[in-house]
């Protein structure tokens, strides 16, 4: 089966397993999966995925990667720090061939380490990385940094109100914005802390390019 239309890119993500046990200080919230199919689409058609190299940095279950490797990425690099949101990235690869009749197993690659560690040059970094808010402080500058060191073009989805940390950190680093998307995100009751059962909260991804 081929994904020819970013509803079936969105339906199919959306039936990928999430966190079985999110980790707060790694805050793991899953990407919802039409925001992930409307960022992967618009650079599928700007011809940034097919037969590219691509890391999902912080990748979580899995969810941004496998998208590209859905519409054509050569490689991926999945990469994160815990071992068993890993587990469930490989389970979700596993779904994907299955229900699809596809093999993207061969294209690939789970990295347990923490992103800093992480050297290999690749064409285009998606990410969804830790706001900064219950972790690590500063946890999206080092994302952000770690994935411009490595590729020329970065998606990257961060807090709305980011705009102008993200458009300084782009330009320290010699990238620059060309645009974003904005979203209203769903923030669902999975941790202890959590008092609504939904949140929402605004949140853009931001396509950042080499100058």
């Known amino acids: 089966m081929e994904i020819n239309t970013k509803k079936q890119l969105a339906i199919i993500l959306s039936r990928l397993k999430g966190f079985p046990e999110p980790n707060f200080r790694l805050e793991q919230y899953m990407t919802e999966a039409d925001f ?37 990425a050569s490689k991926v690099y999945f990469v994160d720090i815990d071992e068993k949101a890993l587990s469930t990235a490989r389970e979700n690869l596993a779904f994907l ?21 992480f050297d290999d040059k690749v064409d285009i970094v998606v990410e969804n990385p830790p706001f900064g808010i219950k972790g690590e402080k500063h946890a999206d500058k080092v994302f952000l940094e770690k994935a411009m060191s490595i590729a020329e073009v970065v998606y990257s989805f961060h807090k709305k109100e980011s705009s102008k940390f993200i458009e300084a950190v782009a330009k320290d680093n010699g990238f620059k914005v060309e645009g974003y998307w904005e979203f209203n995100w769903s923030l669902k009751q999975t941790m202890k802390f959590h008092k609504k059962k939904v949140q929402k909260i605004e949140v853009s991804c931001w396509r950042l390019v080499k100058k």
């Not at 960022?39 to 890391?55: G, L, M, Q, S």
């Not at 990748?59 to 590209?68: F, Q, V």
């Open 97 to 117: 061939e299955k229900e699809l009749d596809i093999e993207l197993k061969d294209k690939a690659e789970f990295v347990v380490s923490d992103v800093k560690k």
């Open 36 to 72: 992930a199919a409307e960022v992967v689409w618009n650079a599928f058609y700007r011809r940034e995925i097919e037969e590219k190299t691509i890391a999902d940095l912080g990748c979580g279950t899995g969810i941004l990667g496998l998208s590209t490797l859905l519409m054509g």
